[in-house]
């Protein structure tokens, strides 16, 4: 059973930092590009960062480039993605997913966690 487990989210206000983690089981990891994406209310899905086996093929949005960062811990099955400088307009649900390809389209990702609600107070 595949699972994607994200947690770490909350309420901070604008400047704040936040680390996100998501725990993958149920599927061989080493296989999978790991992503970030996001929601925002009335909008739709956006990628935020990915990033490959061993920390290959790492991309960001440009709207978080320089603020965030993605990273993994492979032997445990687990990507993280550290938030700082945050803005109001971060504030999103954030997603955890992976895809069989390094590509920044969420909708051609297989499998999704159930998110976590950011949310940054101006």
């Known amino acids: 059973q595949v699972q994607l487990v994200e947690s770490g989210g909350g309420l901070v206000q604008a400047g704040d930092s936040l680390r996100l983690s998501c725990a993958a089981s149920g599927f061989t990891f080493s296989n999978y590009y790991m992503t970030w994406v ?6 739709e899905r956006e990628f935020v960062a ?18 965030f960062s993605i990273s993994g811990d492979d032997a445990r099955s687990t990507v993280f993605l550290q938030m700082n400088s945050l803005k109001p307009e971060d504030t999103a649900v954030y997603y955890c997913a992976a895809a069989r390809r390094a590509e920044r389209l969420p909708e051609r990702y297989d499998f999704w966690g159930q998110g976590t609600q950011v949310t940054v107070s101006s």
């Open 50 to 67: 990915g990033r490959g086996w061993r920390g290959l093929n790492l991309y960001y949005a440009e709207s978080v480039k320089g603020r």
């Open 38 to 43: 996001r929601q925002a209310p009335g909008k």
